[in-house]
């Protein structure tokens, strides 16, 4: 009896063993070191070419986080690497943490994840990045170490945080005419997140702050062109060298004359400037022949003329010796759609009931557009509609619309809209200042049926007194805004209404 | 010792379950107070009432099966990203064993209900526990209603058996699946033979006591319409002058003088009470001016309280409501807010809607993009079922977990839809094509001479005075306001192209596409009307199975859902 019992728990237990080892068998590709025991910090005491790297966390109290329940990932220097700090970073915790920082992420990150290239979001704020066995220039010699709070790895090279874009312009600003320039678009603003409310607006409902609370800086070329402090984006920054960028200034200032000499060079430079940073991150080996601004403007990159390049947090920046761009770029055609009108003679209702905002579909190309149609019938005699932009600069433009006229069935019964004549439409534009004084007048005819664009005439502007720059527009401000103004004649012939329709306005820039 | 032991104890309980098991007949027979035995089902005609209400009841499960089929195999609805794969496997016509949607167990499950409320309705006339003309009433409400669900059955599977007698237990449940199936035509004659012999033909009476207010909704509209379906059924059956003169009793619901139950009419453009697309008067080009709310104007038919104008269109519909079970399918299928958007308008339903001019020359239909296509947060929705769930203008949910809503089945725009389809294959082209496009005051003189079923009367006049009962009628297209069809080649094929592309601008997301098309398709023996269509939405949505799935339509018996019970 006795015997049988031993066959049997012998038996039993080979059967147990069987499965423990089929389970390891099942997981043959898993993590392969793992000490599920053991926090970052543990792992890291335990290992003897980790002790400079342990001493720095001590020093820094970096080492409770990595005590800590949360989840990290460690790339850990070994004591070679970090005996490569220099003595004014070791020297200095504050220095020390934040290059210590730049090598923890709160995150799991294993090689298994980094078979793309990933940038992981370290403890500083900044973003490394991190493929297959590489964390920024450094070689990970041991890796996925998996413990109770995180990852491991240990690399050969120690990666100090960079400066980004925004921190090189700053830097430099002394250096580059053009770094100078962009770090002087600071503003002081109202936040009004962070303003005091004083009251609403009962008429508005707007919400009243506080004078002076709140008050922010805030540099506009991140607002109004890119945020190059952003960490979390990349950019291709192009600086270009003093000689370049004057000249690049003084190509663009005819297109910006001004009757104050400071405003057409703040125009020019931020004309030059806004095309110079790039997102996406073009390293010398994959850099293009041009580069495609936010405003789609070509930057052409001559390798020769690349004077230094510059790895920064966010991305890359170059300095060229000069770099000019296609001025009929920067300078582009100017579209106003008629379906967006600034304002209108009068607001009466016999009027405004009178105002289309139409769905249309050009039957030659099958392009659905909208457009304005104002039925005035007998009643339009000079009424108009303005639009107002700062889009014009001092350029010569020759002017084009569309103007869709038609005669369309009443599906309710009544009397239809539109008519079948041709209609006459004046266009003026001018300065934005009343009275009104157009330097560009005409009367035109318009066609029925017409979906092509129309030539207007030519249009000069000589003068451009608004600051591109400054950061929200008031009404002193509106000093370069042009009126343009679609206009119905005084009188018509016999049988054909005072009737108005606008698809858009093109006004193309001759250089 | 052990043994005699046992025996001690073995005889007082053998004799004691003796004593139990001979008294158990009589001493314990007292019938439990909280379940009601089936012989005490059926008593009087409240019992009926109860049984009818039961059966529509068990019908609300259909909701889904009958909106997902006809609609996602069909071409105006697809699937999102975030749909389930069975959806998808309809979408692309690869439906898998394990489906829930293409299970035709529920449709058994109502029919058997009605089979055995139809024997009861029987018994309790014989024991004269109904009157003559209620048990008329109720029997042939559930007879259709049975009809119905076999017609969608044949349908979506093809052969099914067909099962009239009651079967009580669940085991006879099971044994649906093992009996022998018959085609669709004999289906259809079966269908067909059962609605002409029912007694009662007509909405129940006003007066009948399943007419009631219910939960704040009159049942009235609740009911199957046999005339609606028995119209159908014979479109079905290609008797185009039946289906004709059963529909016609139907569209003279009001009988002379009513100018507008179910006569589809125009804008009402002085005050925009109506069921047109319409703008605000003098305003017509002006697209901000188009009617686009809850009680006025085309929306509002699915979105509005069920009161004068509503009747004027719903002929069938069932209410979903957060009092009461079950729960609006709809809206977790449908809404990209409050629920998972699983379906939505296909990119060649979007097409088709702008491909359309509107009468104020926009290049749209508003019926689909702004009505029933609408887009929120960039995404196109399905949009009918939601106007009750979703607030007047923001789209938001009123509130989140109150999922109100209406199964849509008839109305009177699918009445007239189905009448001109009927007239068109019966040699009353021109009407058909007037009753499609700009209604009947376009035919010639305002009135035909061509009999019934096709005498109609359009005219309006002061002196003398002439009030045509059909007046007021704008037709189909003429109430979206748009312009009127072109008519090419063999006008009979053409017009019907028009009837069905017309049908889905129209009544897109109702559940009635894939019927439509699988009609129209077998009546011309022609695949390819099908398969086109299905493989266009593929296409338009960059499907790379869209060949394989025309290919595939192409053999009529891969219209059907494989018969797998589950």
Known sequence: ???????????????????????????????????????????????????KFSEYLTKTGLDKVLSSSKNYTVFAPVNEALAALPAAVTNDTAKLKAVLQNMIASQQFFTSNATDSIRVAMLNGKRVFFYNKKFDDANITQADIFVRNGVLHIIDKAISPLPNVWDYVVSSKDVYAQNAYIASLNFLLQDPSKAELDSINPITGDSVYKPNTGMVVVNTFKTKVSD?????????????????FNSEVDRTKPFFKSSVASVATNNASFFVVKDLAISGLYTPSNLPAALLSKFNVHVPISPSKIIESHKVSNGIVYVLSDAACDLSEKIPALKVEGENPGSIANADNK???????????????????????????????????????NGLFTAKYKVYWVAFNDKT??????????????????????????????????????????????????YTNTSYDFVISKPVATVSDTLAIKRIRLKAPATAATGVPLNLTLDYLKFVPSF | MRVFKAYKYIVPAL???????????????????????????????????????????????????????NEVRADLMSTTATADEYLKQLNEHDVKEGNPYANPKPFYSVILNCNDVMANFDIMLRDKKLKQEEYNMRYSDVAALRSWVYLQLGIQFGNVPYVTNPLSTTTDMQNVALMPRIPFNQLLDELIKTMEGLPYMKPYATTSSLVAAVDGYSTYRFYVNKE????????????????????????????TGDLYNYRLTGASKADNNDLAVGYVRYREEDEGMLIDNNSQGWRSMFARDEDAMFDREWIWYLPFNKSFEPVDPFINLFSNRGGNYMLKPSQYALDVWNAQVQKNDFGYDARGKVFTARSIDGQPVAMKYLYNYLNGDGFNPLNVFEKNGKWFLYRAASLHLDFAEAANRDNHQGLAYAIVNQGLTTIPNK???????????????????????????????????????????????????????????????????????????????????LANKIYEKLVREKNPRATEVRDKLMNKDNWYLPFKWK
């Open chain 1, 228 to 244: 190059i402090a952003n960490e979390d984006s990349l950019f291709t920054y192009i600086i270009l060298a003093n000689s370049g």
């Open chain 2, 228 to 255: 609606a379906l028995l119209g159908e059924l014979y479109l079905w059956r290609n008797d185009y002058h039946k289906a004709a003169s059963v529909l016609k009793s139907l569209m003279e619901t009001g009988g």
């Open chain 2, 15 to 69: 004799a004691l379950s003796a004593l139990v098991a001979s008294s158990c007949n009589k001493m314990l027979d007292v019938a439990p107070k909280d379940v009601l035995d089936q012989q005490n089902m059926y008593r009087d005609v409240f019992d009926a009432d109860a049984a009818v209400i039961g059966v529509y009841g068990k019908f609300m499960d259909l909701a889904t099966p009958y909106v997902v089929l």
């Open chain 1, 409 to 458: 069935i009443s599906g309710q019964g009544d009397d239809p809209y539109g008519t079948d004549s041709t209609l006459q439409q004046i266009l003026q534009v001018g300065d934005y200042a009343r009275p009104f004084a157009p330097s560009l007048d005409v009367q035109v005819a318009v066609k029925p049926r017409n979906y092509n664009e129309v030539y207007l005439g030519e």
């Open chain 1, 351 to 389: 009027y405004t009931t009178k105002i289309f905002f139409r769905d249309r579909m050009n039957t030659l190309t099958g392009v659905p557009f909208k457009d304005i149609y104002l039925n005035l019938g007998s009643s339009g005699a000079n009424y108009y509609v303005d639009y107002f932009t």
């Open chain 2, 447 to 529: 009135i035909t001479g061509e009999g019934f079923p096709y005498d109609f009367d359009a005219r309006k006049s002061d002196n003398p005075k002439i009030t045509g009962d059909w007046c007021l009628n704008v037709g189909v297209r003429g109430r979206a306001n748009l312009y009127s069809q072109t008519v090419t080649g063999d006008s009979t094929l053409s017009i019907e192209e028009g009837i069905v592309s017309e049908a889905g601008l129209e009544l897109a997301s109702e559940g009635r596409r894939w019927s439509d098309l699988v009609r129209v398709a077998l009546r011309r023996n022609d695949p390819s009307f």
């Open chain 1, 1 to 51: 009896m006795r015997s049988t019992t031993k066959y049997i728990l012998l038996v039993a237990l080979i059967a147990v063993t069987g499965m423990w080892s089929c389970k390891k068998w099942d997981e043959h590709n898993a993590v392969k070191q793992q000490s599920l025991n053991e926090t970052l910090l543990d792992q890291i005491n335990k290992n003897a070419s980790l002790s």
